[in-house]
């Protein structure tokens, strides 16, 4: 594999294909769906050799199967095993909810593996400024016990557009830092 890649990882119906739609600016790049779980393997989306994107499976949807969760599981861990062209993983929290226990494991196996991650709140447009501030604060809490975790935290809307440039942004910065 060449180039960098770039994950995205979350609760099912968190908004991880919707928010590879906008970045990428293609409205059915990534399958969207209101079903939890319908995305159910690594999703790799290259328009150059430059740069990948990866739409993970959802985490955290209690219908599935345990055998589903189970192999979702060691899907993840064998991906991010020794994977060194894995710049970051976007960790998408919907900022209607926050962090919840189910996003405590996906975090702890970024932090064993020394993975890059950083957390991208999401939906934030069904949310007022207040709501977004007490999330914002709850998740700096948690992540400062976590030093794989890059500190700052970026709030995106795919359906308004709200803080796509500023991941963009942040994605070039990857990029940049990873070429030099």
Not at 129 to 152: M, Q, V, W, Y
Request: hydrophobic letters at 45%.
């Amino acid at each position: 594999m060449h180039g960098v890649e770039i994950a995205f990882a979350g609760r099912s119906n968190v908004g991880k294909s919707s928010l590879v739609n906008a970045l990428t600016r293609h409205s059915a790049l990534a399958r969207v769906s209101n079903t939890p779980g319908r995305t159910q393997e690594l999703l790799f989306f290259s328009a150059n050799t430059t740069l990948t994107l990866v739409d993970m499976p959802g985490y955290g949807y209690a219908a599935a199967p345990k055998h589903k969760v189970k192999a979702w599981s060691a899907l993840i861990a064998a991906y991010l095993q020794g994977r060194a062209n894995l710049a970051r993983v976007y960790v998408l929290v919907d900022a209607r909810h926050g962090l919840k226990s189910s996003d405590q494991p996906a975090l702890d196996a970024l932090g064993e593996a020394a993975v890059s991650h950083q957390i991208v709140l999401t939906k934030a447009d069904a949310v007022g400024p207040g709501a977004i501030e007490d999330c914002l604060a709850s998740i700096h809490t948690a992540l400062a016990k976590r030093p794989a975790a890059f500190p700052e935290i970026l709030v995106t809307s795919a359906r308004s557009g709200a803080g796509i440039s500023e991941l963009r942004a942040a994605i070039a910065r990857l990029l940049s830092e990873r070429s030099h």
